[in-house]
């Protein structure tokens, strides 16, 4: 693996001699010191911000993701230190700068937002989070002239979750529209207004030069994907950075999003074990095994009791959790690949990861498909709409001044780039500046 083309950046940039960073030091310092990723405490990961103080927002998630996925890195190094794959994982500072990016495209009000926000797009090219991401870090950021972050080649491709383009992997039968039925009311039909899993057809050079140290073959076969019957494509590779991180947003997704809903009372103690009673022996097993003298004979009694005794004792299990699924991960080859950063990446044993599985989709039943969750991410989903389409039908007189040079580069897009941006209290804020009642004022900031 040429280790140089990798650490490329798409504008040259030399460091200062006295600088001991090496570049994956120097891609973390740069978005830790973003806006993008200062606003990322602003935004809604499950729950809505102003609630409580307590649960996590996308910030306090990415950051989880990144020291999770640092120490599945740690971990790989530690099991397999003979392995092919050893030899070129991440450098700690590298893959935290993926974790810590990896929510960066995510709009105001979670998915609803993202939903809003295909469907205002969809004459334009569409909208995805994920795309996004690459387009903040690639365009949009202010590290450099004309490639935003202008982070190396490998930690974009560490981020690259989906390397394929939104215009060939969407199914032109599934366009974004309004819901049929409501007279008086404008709701978008969620389910044709939501994105396939892309790239933004913007960043398709950004790709390409991404791409470029690869062979024709391996290129090819990265940006394959699956045609699925009434649902879009769905891509089927990714790096062994990008798979990392993947895993690590798993486990922070299925773990620490749970003990929030426990935390705040939104998954009762029936519910929980009703949902993993005889779905989780490989946890069990580990807890009998390694902590013989916490209970007598029902151990399963005892990882609930845990997780609904009080704080410390459900931070301690928690803990147990993310060890337990972190130590499960293993690399996985994937023969028909030459480049070793495609050739390998990592996976998850079976039992953790069935397990995993049913934390995640009792957190989607329980908290993120509830009613309380989705008339806040109805309501943020019309506000977003609103303040897009108002931008929108005149932009000189309501777009921000300092914007207006995005507008004359980039049309519409450069809206969708605004709104996208705004944390849930800026848009909030323009909303009521635009549709209240109230009369508001000149020094409200915009």
């Given at each position: 693996?040429?280790?140089?083309?990798?650490?490329?950046?798409?504008?040259?940039?030399?460091?200062?001699?006295?600088?001991?960073?090496?570049?994956?030091?120097?891609?973390?310092?740069?978005?830790?010191?973003?806006?993008?990723?200062?606003r990322l405490q602003g935004k809604?990961?499950?729950?809505?911000?102003?609630?409580?103080?307590?649960?996590?927002?996308?910030?306090?998630?990415?950051?989880?993701?990144?020291?999770?996925?640092?120490?599945?890195?740690?971990?790989?190094?530690?099991?397999?230190?003979?392995?092919?794959?050893?030899?070129?994982?991440?450098?700690?500072?590298?893959?935290?700068?993926?974790?810590?990016?990896?929510?960066?495209?995510?709009?105001?009000?979670?998915?609803?937002?993202?939903?809003?926000?295909?469907?205002?797009?969809?004459?334009?090219?569409?909208?995805?989070?994920?795309?996004?991401?690459?387009?903040?870090?690639?365009?949009?950021?202010?590290?450099?002239?004309?490639?935003?972050?202008?982070?190396?080649?490998?930690?974009?491709?560490?981020?690259?979750?989906?390397?394929?383009?939104?215009?060939?992997?969407?199914?032109?039968?599934?366009?974004?529209?309004?819901?049929?039925?409501?007279?008086?009311?404008?709701?978008?039909?969620?389910?044709?207004?939501?994105?396939?899993?892309?790239?933004?057809?913007?960043?398709?050079?950004?790709?390409?030069?991404?791409?470029?140290?690869?062979?024709?073959?391996?290129?090819?076969?990265?940006?394959?994907?699956?045609?699925?019957?009434?649902?879009?494509?769905?891509?089927?590779?990714?790096?062994?950075?990008?798979?990392?991180?993947?895993?690590?947003?798993?486990?922070?997704?299925?773990?620490?999003?749970?003990?929030?809903?426990?935390?705040?009372?939104?998954?009762?103690?029936?519910?929980?074990?009703?949902?993993?009673?005889?779905?989780?022996?490989?946890?069990?097993?580990?807890?009998?095994?390694?902590?013989?003298?916490?209970?007598?004979?029902?151990v399963m009694r005892q990882f609930?009791?845990?997780?609904?005794?009080?704080?410390?004792?459900?931070?301690?299990?928690?803990?147990?959790?993310?060890?337990?699924?972190?130590?499960?991960?293993?690399?996985?080859?994937?023969?028909?690949?030459?480049?070793?950063?495609?050739?390998?990446?990592?996976?998850?044993?079976?039992?953790?990861?069935?397990?995993?599985?049913?934390?995640?989709?009792?957190?989607?039943?329980?908290?993120?498909?509830?009613?309380?969750?989705?008339?806040?991410?109805?309501?943020?989903?019309?506000?977003?709409?609103?303040?897009?389409?108002?931008?929108?039908?005149?932009?000189?007189?309501?777009?921000?001044?300092?914007?207006?040079?995005?507008?004359?580069?980039?049309?519409?897009?450069?809206?969708?780039?605004?709104?996208?941006?705004?944390?849930?209290?800026?848009?909030?804020?323009?909303?009521?500046?635009?549709?209240?009642?109230?009369?508001?004022?000149?020094?409200?900031?915009?």
């Amino acid at each position: 693996m040429d280790e140089t083309l990798w650490l490329a950046r798409r504008e040259n940039w030399t460091p200062q001699n006295e600088d001991a960073r090496d570049g994956g030091d120097i891609d973390y310092a740069r978005v830790i010191h973003s806006a993008s990723f200062r606003r990322l405490q602003g935004k809604t990961q499950i729950l809505n911000l102003g609630d409580s103080d307590f649960y996590r927002t996308r910030l306090t998630h990415s950051l989880e993701v990144a020291q999770i996925a640092g120490g599945i890195a740690r971990q790989l190094e530690k099991d397999a230190p003979d392995h092919v794959a050893t030899a070129i994982l991440p450098g700690r500072s590298m893959i935290h700068a993926i974790g810590c990016t990896h929510d960066f495209g995510h709009p105001p009000f979670g998915h609803g937002g993202e939903v809003a926000l295909n469907y205002c797009m969809r004459d334009e090219g569409g909208f995805e989070g994920n795309g996004q991401t690459l387009r903040i870090l690639s365009r949009l950021e202010t590290f450099s002239q004309g490639a935003g972050a202008n982070l190396a080649r490998r930690t974009l491709l560490g981020v690259l979750k989906y390397p394929v383009a939104y215009a060939d992997v969407r199914n032109p039968a599934i366009a974004p529209r309004l819901a049929p039925g409501p007279t008086t009311l404008r709701i978008i039909d969620a389910a044709s207004a939501k994105p396939p899993k892309c790239y933004l057809d913007t960043e398709r050079d950004v790709v390409g030069w991404i791409l470029d140290p690869l062979s024709a073959g391996d290129r090819a076969l990265l940006q394959s994907f699956d045609a699925k019957p009434g649902k879009h494509a769905k891509s089927r590779h990714k790096s062994l950075d990008c798979s990392i991180m993947d895993v690590a947003d798993d486990i922070a997704y299925g773990v620490h999003d749970l003990e929030d809903a426990i935390a705040l009372d939104l998954i009762h103690r029936e519910t929980f074990a009703a949902a993993v009673t005889d779905r989780c022996p490989t946890f069990l097993d580990a807890l009998k095994a390694k902590y013989p003298g916490e209970s007598a004979n029902d151990v399963m009694r005892q990882f609930v009791d845990g997780l609904y005794g009080g704080e410390n004792s459900r931070k301690r299990f928690i803990g147990r959790l993310v060890h337990h699924f972190l130590t499960a991960v293993h690399y996985v080859e994937m023969e028909e690949f030459d480049a070793p950063l495609l050739r390998w990446r990592v996976g998850m044993a079976p039992g953790q990861k069935a397990f995993l599985e049913v934390l995640k989709d009792l957190v989607v039943r329980e908290v993120i498909t509830s009613p309380a969750v989705q008339h806040l991410e109805f309501k943020g989903q019309t506000m977003v709409v609103a303040v897009f389409e108002a931008m929108q039908a005149d932009p000189e007189r309501l777009l921000p001044r300092d914007r207006m040079p995005f507008y004359e580069t980039y049309g519409v897009r450069a809206i969708c780039d605004y709104v996208a941006a705004m944390t849930d209290t800026s848009l909030l804020k323009t909303y009521e500046r635009l549709f209240a009642p109230r009369m508001g004022s000149v020094f409200d900031r915009l």
